[in-house]
């Protein structure tokens, strides 16, 4: 019994030395023409994601979670709603990711 409170002790201690010691956040800007990634991030993000493809496919894993949690299946509904809002707002995601420098 000791011991888990070492060990619980020990990892507050880390978790908010990480925390004070950490640098600031910065959020991971879309590329410009010519730079690396531009086309990976054009055909995935613009053309995909926020275009049709992504509108539907969105809407189909909100519409299918509805379906499964109607079937009481709690888990799979809820990573499938989940899943549709994140292909919907993939595009706002990918620009507020912050990357720690």
Do not use: C, H, W
Request: no cysteine; glycine share 8%.
């Amino acid at each position: 019994m000791q011991s888990n409170k070492r060990r619980m002790y020990l990892m507050m201690a880390v978790s908010m030395i990480m925390t004070l010691v950490a640098s600031q956040a910065m959020a991971l800007t879309a590329p410009v023409a010519g730079s690396f990634g531009y086309e990976a991030y054009t055909f995935l993000i613009t053309d995909v994601l926020k275009g049709p493809f992504g509108a539907i496919a969105g809407i189909l894993a909100i519409i299918t979670g509805v379906v499964v949690m109607i079937q009481q299946k709690m888990v799979p509904a809820v990573l499938a709603i989940l899943g549709g809002i994140l292909v919907i707002n993939a595009d706002k995601i990918t620009t507020s990711i912050g990357m720690i420098i």
